[in-house]
């Protein structure tokens, strides 16, 4: 099986990259592939503009959009590991699924309502946050939950969003343990 993993982390001691990377070590145990794109590295420009518009008169996209297009065709899974920001997905996560998702990819619209077009078996969302989750109001929490599962990815078509919001993870050995076994298990799953 192959997993897409959207990674964003603009520091390379971060958190969420060292769950991305413990996250492919175990996909690989498990004889999965995995690629991850790796949004401040590979320069990943977020805004919709120019010719990301063409999507909406049938003519072609941007050439990095049409070529994370194609590897997420090939994908199985697709996974987002970010840091909560604000309580919601940082900009440059936004910004990709403003570009990527665009109509005749990820949906489609006509006389019949709309109808989501993707194919992955599940998405996986992995957001770490700063705060502890007893300071955290549970509002919050399910707001992001409800926007990620039924206003993003099953819009799209996507049947399962399994989401993972981690809590000051790393603040002890103990639940940095406990938190690299969970994201272990989540590549099992897979
Ligand atoms: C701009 C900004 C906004 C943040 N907003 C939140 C927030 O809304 N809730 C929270 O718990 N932590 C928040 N944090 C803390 C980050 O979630 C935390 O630093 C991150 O999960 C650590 O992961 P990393 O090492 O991969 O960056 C914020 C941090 C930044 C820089």
């Not at 010719?51 to 008169?57: A, K, L, M, V």
């Not at 994908?75 to 440059?92: K, R």
């Not at 990815?153 to 399962?160: D, I, K, P």
Request: aromatic share 12%; hydrophobic share 40%; glycine share 6%.
């Amino acid at each position: 099986m192959l997993v897409t993993n959207i990674l964003s982390s603009h520091h390379p001691k971060s958190q969420t990259r060292e769950l991305v990377s413990v996250f492919n070590e175990e996909l690989a145990a498990q004889g999965h592939e995995s690629f991850t794109y790796d949004l401040y590295e590979d320069g990943f420009q977020p805004i919709m503009r120019g010719d990301d518009f063409n999507q909406f008169s049938g003519k072609p996209l941007p050439a990095d959009v049409s070529a994370i297009q194609a590897q997420l065709q090939k994908s199985q899974v697709l996974t987002l590991f970010y840091p909560v920001w604000w309580n919601g997905m940082p900009a440059i996560v936004k910004g990709w699924i403003d570009r990527v998702f665009s109509k005749s990819f990820a949906y489609d619209y006509g006389a019949d309502g709309t109808r989501g077009l993707l194919t992955f078996k599940k998405v996986i969302i992995v957001a770490t946050l700063g705060n502890k989750k007893e300071d955290v109001d549970p509002q919050l929490e399910a707001s992001m939950r409800f926007i990620n599962e039924t206003g993003i990815f099953r819009y799209s078509g996507v049947a399962e969003t399994e989401q993972h919001f981690l809590y000051s993870a790393f603040s002890d050995e103990e639940s940095k343990a406990a938190t690299l076994e969970r994201v272990r298990d989540m590549a099992r799953r897979c």
